[in-house]
C-alpha cells in the first residue's frame, strides 16, 4: 500500500465524519437558542467540528505512513 | 466626506496594483521561475471561491436565515477531503489531456464530442449569468452606498433608471475591459495563465483582510465582542431566531441540499476548474491547498454573525439591506477608510469572480462552440486562413463581453429583486447538473455519449423550468400566474411545487428533481445505448487514467499519417512560429526523433499535435483541425484482424500454459505413487527375503551348535537350506530382471523359438511346486511346430512366471491348471487357466503395474514381490505382443498373450 492510497482512504473516512457531523442528528443535539462561553451553541458546534475536521486533513495531508514501498501514485 | 472621486481613485489604484502583478507574474513565467508554483499561492486562488456573495451575501443570508449561510463553505471543506479520490483524479486526467475547460473535460470523456462539449458551454454559459449578474448587483450597490458617504438611506430600484445612468451598467463594461485585458492577452498553448492566478491570489488576501479588519472593528469597537452582541441577539425575539434552524423537515433537508449543490460548486463552477484544474502547477499543490482552503473558508465566515447581529441590532427596522451591513455599518461609525477597506474588498471578491469565470466561460464558448461550428462550416474555409489565433482572441474578447451583457441584462430585469444567495444558489443548482455526466463518467466506463447528453439536457431543462424561468416570472418578465397556478392553470406542473412535490425550499425542490431527472436519464440513456470505439477508448483513458500514465501517446483508436509542413503550418496558425518549433524541439527531444528523417509522420506525432492544439482550441475543435491535414486511418478491419489476432494469440498461449501446468500437477501425483508403491515395494521385498534368510540362519546354527545330529536331519537341513537359498536367487534374479527391464537394459539374444519347447520347459522347471501343491497340470500343445522371434531365456521365465501364479492362486484343495497353445491366424496365442478365486474387474488394470498385488481380504498379502506380472507383461510387450487377463471372480483367471509367428514357419535350427 502506498502513501497515497492509505492517506486517501483516511480522507475518505474523514468525509464520512464529516456527513455525520454536519447532519441532521447530531446537529439536532445543539440546535437550541442558548449561550456557550459568549457565542451561540448551534455556531460554537459547527466551528469546532470544521475547525476538526481541518485540523484532521492538515494531520492526515501531512503524515507519512510507514511503507516500503516507493511512493508510487498508483 | 468621501467623495466619488476619492472612491474611484483608490479603486484604480486597486486595479493598477492588480495589473502590475499579473505582469509579473507573467513575466516571472515566461523565464521559467513561476511564482505561482507552491500549494500557498494555489490555495489562495481556489479561494476565488468567495466572492461578492460570500463577502457581503452571507451577512444577509444569516440576517434572515441564520447558521444557513454556512453550508455554502461546509460543503466545499467535504469535498476536499474527497480530494484523493476525485479531485486528484480530475486534476490527472486534465494533465494527460490538456483539458481547457469542463465543457471540454466532458466532451472529451465520451468520445470528444463536439454536440457535449457545446451543450456544456450553453448550460455553464445560462447558469452562471445569474452568478455574473450578482456580482454585478453587490459592486454597483456597494458603490451606490459608498456615495452617499456618511448619510445612510435605501437604494432606490434601479429597474426605473435608463441605461445609460445606470451605474451597473458601466460597471459591467468595465469588468469586461479588466477581463479581457486580463484573459486574453495572448493565446498559451495550455490554456495557463500565470499572472492571473498571481493577481487572484492577491485579491484572496486583500478580501479576506479587508472582511477581517472590518468585522473585528464591528465586533470588539463598534460592540463589546462576540459575547455581548450574542446577549443582545439573545434578548431579542426577532434574532433570537437566527441562532438555530428551524425545527422542520424542510430546514434540514435543505440544509442538506446546499451542502450537496456547494459540493457540487466547489469541482463544477466554471472558474473553480479553470484554478483548481486547468490552472494546477503541480499536483503535490493539492495536498497542501485541501487544508488550507478550508481554513481560508472557515476565518472568512468567523465574523459573519457578529456582523449580522450588529447590522440587525443597529438598523434593524430602518430598510436598509441586510446584504450590505458590512458597508453600512462602518459607514454609520464614520470610519472613512474602513468604509474605503471594506469597498475595495468587495470589488476583490466581485473582480476575481467576474475575471476568472469570465475567461473560463469564453474559453469555453471559443473552444467547444463556437470553433467547432466555424471550422464545419466549409464556405468559411476557415481551416485554410493563414492566422487563427488573432481570430481566436477576438472570439473569446467577444465571449467575455457578452457574458458581462447578459449578467447586466439579468441584473437589470431579475436580480434586483432577489437577494445575492438566492441568485448565487440559482447558479449552483445549474452547474451541479455536470455532477453525474463528470464524477459517474470518471468511475464507469459504462457511461456513454447519448447518456451524457440525455442527463445533462434533462436534469437543465428541470432546472430552467423549476428556477429559471420562475425567477424571470418574479421580476414580471413572465406573467405571475405561472408561478401560482402553474402553467396553463395546470397546478399539478407549478413549478415550485412540480407535481405537487411541496416539502422543500425553491432550491431544495430543484435540486431534487433536476438530479433526479439528469442521474435517471444518464443511467437509462448509458445502458441503453452502444458506446463508439472513440468514445471506449476515452472512457477507458480517463477511467484507468493511472494505469495508462506513461502511456498517451498511444491513446488513440485514429491512426494517421500527415506530412510535416502541413502540421507546423497548421500548429503556427494557431500558436504562433515561435512556440511551435519550442514544443516540436521538446518533442523531438523527448522521443529522439531527427526531423530530416523523413516527412510522413507517425501516429505518435500527429496525436501530440492534437493535444498542442487541445490546449489551445480544445480537444473538439483540435480534433476538426488536424482531420483537415491528416490522412486518416481508422481502424481498419486488418487492424481489428491484428488486435483479434493478438488476442487469440494470448488466449492459446494461456490455454496452453494451463495444459502445460495440469501435465505437470499429473506427473507430480504419479511420481508421487510411485514413491509410495516403491516404499511398499521395498518392504515387501525386504519381508521376502528375511523370511528365507531367518530360516537358512537358523538350521545352520542347529547344524553348527549340534554337530552330533543324526545324518538324516542334517541332509534334510542342509535341503532346506538349499531350497531357501534358491528362493532368494530368484527372488533377486527377478528384482534384477526387473530393474533391467525397467531402465532399459536388458539384453536379448534373439533367436528362433519354438513355443512348445519353452512351454516344455517352463512346466518342467515349475513341476516341483504344482506336484508339492496337488494341483493337476493338463498341458495342450497343437501338433505343427512354428517357430517365434526371441529370447528363450526370457520366454522361459515369462512362462514360469505365469505358472506360479497360476499355482499361488489356484483352488487350495482342487488346484486345476490349463495351458494351451494354439495358432490364431498368423499368431501364436499361450494362455494359462486357473480356477483360483479370480480377480475383480476393477484389480484386472492393477494387478500388470510393478508392484501391485491383490490383496484379499481373507487371506492378506500373497506370497512374492508383486513383480512378475510386470516383469512377465514387460517380456511379452518386448516380443511384440500383450498380456492380458479374463477373469470372472470365483470361477479363476485365464492369462493369455499373443506372439507373432515367424514368416518362414521352418524348424528351428537347433
Known amino acids: 500500500m502506498t502513501r497515497d492510497k492509505i492517506n486517501g482512504r483516511r480522507l475518505v473516512g474523514l468525509f464520512l465524519l464529516g456527513m455525520l457531523l454536519f447532519n441532521f442528528p447530531l446537529l439536532h443535539l445543539f440546535n437550541r437558542p442558548m449561550l456557550a462561553l459568549g457565542i451561540p451553541v448551534l455556531y460554537l458546534y459547527l466551528f469546532a467540528a470544521w475547525s476538526l475536521i481541518i485540523f484532521l486533513i492538515h494531520m492526515i495531508s501531512r503524515s507519512k505512513p510507514d511503507t516500503p514501498f516507493p511512493d508510487h501514485s498508483e | ?910
Open chain 2, 1 to 910: 466626506m468621501l467623495a466619488t472621486e476619492t472612491v474611484i481613485f483608490a479603486s484604480l489604484c486597486y486595479i493598477g496594483v492588480l495589473f502590475g502583478i499579473a505582469y509579473y507574474g507573467d513575466r516571472r513565467a515566461d523565464i521559467g521561475r513561476s511564482i505561482i508554483s507552491n500549494p500557498y499561492i494555489y490555495a489562495l486562488s481556489l479561494a476565488v471561491y468567495c466572492t461578492a456573495w460570500t463577502f457581503y451575501g452571507s451577512v444577509g443570508r444569516a440576517a434572515s436565515a441564520g447558521p444557513a449561510f454556512l453550508t455554502i463553505y461546509l460543503g466545499p471543506t467535504l469535498m476536499v477531503t474527497l480530494g484523493w479520490l476525485v479531485l486528484k483524479k480530475i486534476v490527472r486526467i486534465s494533465k494527460i489531456h490538456r483539458i481547457t475547460s469542463i465543457a471540454d473535460f466532458i466532451g472529451s470523456r465520451y468520445g470528444k464530442s463536439m454536440t457535449l462539449g457545446g451543450v456544456v458551454t450553453v448550460i455553464a454559459v445560462l447558469g452562471i449569468i445569474p452568478y455574473i449578474s450578482l456580482q454585478l448587483k453587490a459592486i454597483s450597490s456597494s458603490f451606490l452606498l459608498i456615495q452617499q458617504y456618511p448619510s445612510l438611506k435605501p437604494l432606490p430600484p434601479s429597474g426605473s433608471i435608463g441605461l445609460w445612468s445606470d451605474t451597473t451598467f458601466y460597471v459591467a463594461l468595465f469588468l469586461a475591459v479588466f477581463a479581457t485585458l486580463f484573459g486574453t492577452r495572448n493565446l498559451e498553448a495550455t490554456e495557463r495563465h500565470e499572472g492571473l492566478v498571481a493577481a487572484i491570489a492577491f485579491e484572496s488576501i486583500v478580501k479576506l483582510v479587508a472582511f477581517l479588519a472590518v468585522g473585528t472593528f464591528i465586533t470588539f469597537f463598534i460592540y463589546n465582542g462576540f459575547a455581548d452582541l450574542s446577549q443582545k441577539a439573545l434578548s431579542s425575539p426577532e434574532l433570537r431566531l437566527l441562532m438555530t434552524l428551524p425545527e422542520d423537515a424542510g430546514a434540514f433537508s435543505s440544509w442538506f441540499a446546499h451542502i450537496f449543490l456547494s459540493m457540487m460548486a466547489i469541482v463544477f463552477l466554471p472558474r473553480q476548474f479553470q484554478v483548481m484544474v486547468v490552472e494546477n502547477v503541480n499536483e503535490a499543490h493539492l495536498n497542501k491547498a485541501i487544508w488550507l482552503f478550508p481554513l481560508y473558508l472557515l476565518a472568512i465566515n468567523i465574523f459573519v454573525l457578529p456582523v449580522a447581529f450588529a447590522g440587525m441590532l443597529s438598523f434593524g427596522s430602518s430598510g436598509l439591506d441586510a446584504d450590505m451591513f458590512l458597508l453600512t455599518l462602518p459607514m454609520a461609525d464614520e470610519q472613512v477608510f474602513l468604509t474605503l477597506l471594506v469597498f475595495i474588498g468587495g470589488m476583490s471578491a466581485a473582480t476575481g469572480m467576474v475575471i476568472v469565470e469570465t475567461v473560463a466561460l469564453s474559453t469555453m464558448i471559443c473552444n467547444d462552440l463556437l470553433m467547432p461550428l466555424l471550422l464545419h462550416m466549409p464556405s468559411l474555409k476557415l481551416a485554410q486562413r493563414r492566422d487563427l489565433s488573432s481570430i481566436l482572441l477576438s472570439i473569446r474578447r467577444l465571449g467575455i463581453i457578452l457574458v458581462l451583457l447578459m449578467g447586466y441584462a439579468y441584473f437589470h430585469y431579475a436580480g434586483e429583486y432577489y437577494t445575492l444567495v438566492s441568485i448565487g444558489l440559482t447558479s449552483f443548482a445549474a452547474v451541479a447538473q455536470f455532477a453525474p455526466a463528470l464524477l459517474i463518467g470518471i468511475f464507469w466506463k459504462g457511461g456513454t455519449r447519448t447518456g451524457a447528453l440525455l442527463g445533462l439536457v434533462a436534469g437543465f431543462s428541470v432546472w430552467c423550468y423549476t428556477l429559471f424561468l420562475p425567477s424571470l416570472a418574479g421580476a414580471g418578465l413572465m406573467p405571475q400566474d405561472f408561478l401560482e397556478h402553474g402553467p396553463f392553470g395546470i397546478a399539478f406542473l407549478r413549478p415550485f411545487e412540480l407535481f405537487g412535490l411541496d416539502v422543500f425550499d425553491r432550491i431544495t425542490h430543484a435540486v431534487f428533481w433536476s438530479m433526479l431527472a439528469n442521474v435517471g436519464c444518464y443511467v437509462a440513456g448509458s445502458l441503453f445505448s452502444r458506446p463508439s470505439a472513440m468514445e471506449h477508448t476515452q472512457a477507458t483513458m480517463f477511467v484507468d487514467v493511472y494505469r495508462y500514465v506513461g502511456r498517451v501517446h498511444d491513446s488513440s483508436v485514429w491512426r494517421g499519417t500527415a506530412y510535416l509542413p502541413d502540421l507546423v503550418s497548421m500548429l503556427e496558425r494557431f500558436l504562433g512560429k515561435e512556440r511551435t518549433e519550442a514544443a516540436l524541439d521538446i518533442y523531438a527531444t523527448d522521443y529522439g526523433i531527427n526531423w530530416d528523417q523523413s516527412l510522413t509522420r507517425d501516429p505518435g506525432l500527429v496525436n501530440h499535435i492534437e493535444k498542442l492544439l487541445a490546449g489551445a482550441i480544445g480537444s473538439a475543435s483540435a480534433r476538426v483541425m488536424v482531420a483537415s491535414v491528416v490522412k486518416e486511418e481508422p481502424l481498419g478491419i486488418e487492424e481489428v484482424m491484428d488486435i483479434l489476432n493478438e488476442t487469440r494469440q494470448a488466449i492459446i498461449y494461456s490455454r496452453e500454459l494451463e495444459r502445460a501446468s495440469a501435465e505437470l500437477r499429473a506427473a507430480n501425483q504419479r511420481l508421487q505413487e510411485l514413491d509410495q508403491l516403491k516404499d511398499e515395494f521395498i518392504s515387501t521385498v525386504s519381508h521376502e527375503l528375511r523370511t528365507p534368510l531367518t530360516a537358512i540362519r537358523s538350521l545352520a546354527e542347529i547344524l553348527h551348535d549340534y554337530p552330533d545330529t543324526t545324518p538324516d536331519r542334517q541332509r534334510e537341513f542342509s535341503s532346506i537350506i538349499i531350497r531357501e537359498t534358491q528362493r532368494l536367487t530368484r527372488l533377486i534374479t527377478q528384482v534384477l530382471d526387473f530393474q533391467k527391464l525397467e531402465s532399459g537394459r536388458m539384453r536379448w539374444a534373439i533367436t528362433t523359438v519354438d513355443l512348445k519347447d519353452v512351454v516344455e520347459d517352463a512346466v518342467s522347471a515349475t513341476g516341483q511346486l504344482v506336484a508339492e501343491k496337488r494341483i493337476r497340470m493338463q498341458v495342450n500343445l497343437p501338433d505343427a511346430s512354428r517357430c517365434v522371434e526371441g529370447d528363450r531365456d526370457q520366454l522361459i521365465q515369462a512362462m514360469v512366471n505365469l505358472i506360479s501364479n497360476a499355482v499361488k492362486f489356484c483352488d487350495p484343495d482342487r488346484g486345476q491348471i490349463e495351458i494351451r497353445l494354439e495358432y490364431v491366424a498368423d499368431r501364436l496365442k499361450v494362455s494359462v487357466a486357473d480356477n483360483g478365486i479370480g480377480i475383480s474387474e476393477a484389480d484386472q488394470k492393477q494387478i500388470f503395474n510393478k508392484f501391485q498385488q491383490v490383496v484379499d481380504p481373507t487371506r492378506g498379502r500373497p506370497p512374492g514381490t508383486g513383480l512378475g506380472l510386470s516383469i512377465t507383461r514387460q517380456i511379452i510387450r518386448h516380443h511384440h505382443g500383450e498380456l492380458k487377463v479374463e477373469s470372472t471372480p470365483g470361477k479363476g483367471a485365464t492369462f493369455y498373450f499373443s506372439l507373432p509367428l515367424k514368416p518362414t514357419a521352418a524348424i528351428p535350427a537347433q
